[in-house]
Each structure stands twice: as structure tokens, then as C-alpha cells.
């Protein structure tokens, strides 16, 4: 499975495009940089600390970003995926990481369980401030998004919606 064109595109608009390296977070207590739409510039990349980068430069890093947390979604996921539940752990992924991707991906394998997973896609939400974890507004709704998504259908029909409407008739059952 591939990142959905729709996918690429709500996340290029997202990370915002920037020709130039800039600030990024905190890893390890050391500084992180990113660089295009948000490519982390990694230890051998110093390079583009100083530089100024193309859109089309950017677009390559990009797709370079996205090609191993397909591959690590595609080789460990034990269950199929709908398209957008592969395109929603893309974005997490692509945000938050592999690691934490693997995190994801080891509750879906688990528990097979979307209501489950959005959970803890939404535990992702906090940065240091000061070397402090606060929760961060714009992480918060970015997770939520993700969250959102990854429990809507293809068809655009919530799951969760679909647990309520299979309780009430449940409930109704159960009353008459």
C-alpha cells in the first residue's frame, strides 16, 4: 500500500514549505532542524543546515521521508489496513517518528482494534518547553485529526457511530 495522493497533499500543506533550515523540536536534549516540508535533517545532512533548497528538492526529501514508514507499515502490520488507516499512520508516523509509528503499530497488531489505536495516536501530543512535557495545542489537534480519521470508514462512516448504533440496538433488544 502507498500514501494516497489526498494523504501527501493535506500533509504538504501541513508541514508548510521552507526553503531554509529552521528550528524543530528537542531529541535527546539536542536540537533538531528540519528543512523543505519538514524533513529532519539528519547527522550526514549537515550540509543543509546552511542551505537553501528548491521545491523540487523539497518534494524528494519528502518522498524520501515517506517511502521507509510505508515500507515499515506494509512489512508489520499484521492486519490489512484500510486506505485512509494507512495514510493516518503515515501522518503520525511522519510527525512523531518510527518509533512511535511501532508503538502504533504494535497496538493495532494487538488488539486489532481502530478505538484502541486513535487512543493512543492521541498520547503523542505533548513537547518540552524549558525541558518540560506540555501538552501542545497544535500536536493535540493534529492527533486528533489523525485519531478522527483513522476510526472513519472509507465510506466516510464513523466507527464509532457504527459501535453506537449496534449498542442501542443492543440496548433495545435487550428492553422489549
Known amino acids: 500500500m502507498e500514501t494516497s495522493y489526498t494523504k501527501v497533499s493535506e500533509i504538504l500543506k501541513i508541514e508548510n514549505f521552507r526553503s531554509r533550515a529552521y528550528a524543530d523540536g528537542m531529541s535527546n536534549g539536542k536540537q533538531m532542524y528540519s528543512i523543505g516540508y519538514g524533513h529532519q535533517i ?11 533548497i528548491t521545491l523540487d528538492t523539497a518534494l524528494k526529501l519528502f518522498r524520501s521521508n515517506l517511502a521507509p514508514l510505508e515500507s515499515q507499515i506494509n512489512d508489520n502490520s499484521k492486519y490489512a489496513m484500510a486506505q485512509n488507516q494507512f495514510d493516518d499512520c503515515i501522518d503520525f508516523g511522519f510527525n512523531c517518528g518510527s518509533g512511535a509509528l511501532s508503538n502504533i503499530l504494535d497496538t493495532w497488531n494487538t488488539t486489532h482494534d481502530p478505538i484502541q489505536v486513535a487512543a493512543r495516536m492521541k498520547l503523542y501530543n505533548k513537547t518540552r518547553k ?14 486528533a485529526d489523525e485519531a478522527n480519521d483513522f476510526l472513519t470508514s472509507t465510506s466516510g462512516i464513523s466507527l464509532i457511530a457504527v459501535f453506537a448504533v449496534g449498542a442501542a440496538l443492543a440496548l433495545y433488544a435487550y428492553v422489549s
Do not use: H, I, M
Open 42 to 52: 539528519q547527522p550526514n545532512e549537515s550540509y543543509l543546515l546552511n542551505a537553501t
Open 130 to 143: 524549558n525541558g518540560v512535557l506540555v501538552v501542545d495545542a497544535g500536536l493535540t489537534a493534529r492527533r
